[in-house]
């Protein structure tokens, strides 16, 4: 676990604030800017539109950088892709500073669906729909508590609601040592898993699972095919009930194949590539029930019970999170850190926003983000 002191965010020097499509007679905010597909982001103030009725205003706290992130910024994501200049940013926890629906000072977790029109939440305030706004609960951390917003929710949405886990069973996750499949290795264990088996490259990080819930955890190899990574799935997890997958492509097609009778397999994410081969015979034969999940279409509302749950297991010390915190003077460093996959989640804490005019302290400068 890893926590860096307070660093003051430098406003850098140069011209005035920047009007973003969505800007009006608001206020200066310092905010990340990428201005084209596959820049990377650059500290610049901003000028914020005026609040408006069913929008509340907050002070960023502890803001997550996401796989999401990066990928949208890139250009290369399936669902968005944005020509013009832009605040990115998909979640947060901060203090209410203006609304009509909460109290100032209180605590709050927000989705932010960042575009040119809607600036996200890497910024030192960000306006956000009351829709897409939950309080947190007394007791639960704030940076503990983002960074298991969009994480934890594309673990434990998949494996509780979709795949209707049950006690007992089996559980495969695959790209388990990314914090998506951290998390989901502690909620199949918290759940009742019978077995949980993690799979991933990183051999180092694959035995730090054993001590989050994991009963075995099995390494992909470069040099090794489909038929031959089956055969190791199945000496370490025995037939499947439940596959966790975050990678796609011929590990999930080997994952198919140690699959018990009406196994359910619900997919996250496509590092591993972007197809895999299904077997006719092999879906009908056990009767496989095969989805994807994606938090970004997905409604905060219907995320509130996993978050529940997921802070409140936070409040009981009952979820270990790998945290990295980064002033947001540093958020080019986050970003590069995020993209080499570090196997823990990333959280950029605006300095402006640690310590809001007339609102309470949120935590010492000097703090341990571990749960």
């Avoid at 992130?69 to 901060?94: K, M, N, Q, W």
């Avoid at 575009?115 to 306006?127: D, E, N, Y």
Wanted: net charge negative; charged share 20%; aromatic share 4%.
């Amino acid at each position: 676990m890893h926590a860096q002191d307070d660093v003051p965010g430098r406003r850098p020097t140069g011209p005035g604030p920047e009007h973003l499509p969505s800007a009006g007679a608001g206020q200066e905010v310092l905010a990340a800017i990428v201005d084209a597909p596959g820049a990377a982001p650059r500290l610049s103030p901003v000028v914020l539109a005026p609040r408006t009725p069913g929008t509340t205003l907050v002070a960023v706290v502890a803001a997550p950088l996401n796989p999401l992130d990066l990928v949208i910024a890139s250009g290369t994501f399936h669902s968005a892709r944005h020509e013009e200049p832009y605040v990115p940013g998909s979640e947060c926890v901060g203090l209410v500073l203006d609304s009509d629906h909460h109290a100032p000072g209180s605590w709050v977790y927000a989705e932010c669906h960042a575009s040119p029109a809607t600036p996200g939440s890497f910024a030192t305030r960000v306006l956000v729909a009351d829709e897409d706004l939950l309080p947190l609960p007394e007791g639960v951390d704030p940076v503990s508590a983002a960074a298991v917003g969009n994480s934890g929710t594309a673990a434990f949405m998949p494996l509780v609601e979709d795949a209707g886990l049950r006690r007992g069973e089996t559980v495969l996750v695959l790209g388990a040592t990314g914090a998506v499949g951290q998390l989901a290795v502690q909620v199949a264990h918290r759940r009742g898993a019978g077995r949980v088996v993690g799979v991933a490259r990183d051999r180092a990080a694959l035995q730090r699972l054993l001590g989050l819930g994991a009963d075995a955890v099995v390494d992909l190899r470069a040099d090794e095919g489909i038929e031959e990574l089956a055969a190791r799935l199945l000496a370490a997890a025995g037939p499947v009930d439940v596959v966790l997958d975050g990678v796609y492509g011929p590990p999930l097609e080997a994952a198919l194949r140690v699959c018990a009778p009406r196994a359910r397999v619900v997919n996250v994410g496509n590092p591993a590539g972007p197809t895999a081969r299904i077997p006719a015979g092999l879906l009908r034969g056990k009767q496989l029930t095969l989805s994807g999940f994606a938090g970004l279409h997905t409604p905060l509302r219907d995320k509130r019970a996993a978050l529940t749950w997921l802070w409140n297991a936070l409040t009981r010390d009952e979820l270990r999170v790998d945290v990295r915190t980064f002033p947001f003077e540093e958020l080019p460093s986050a970003w590069r850190t995020q993209a080499a996959s570090p196997h823990a989640k990333c959280v950029v804490l605006p300095a402006d926003s640690r310590r809001p005019p007339s609102l309470p302290t949120p935590f010492p400068a000097d703090r341990s983000t571990r749960p």
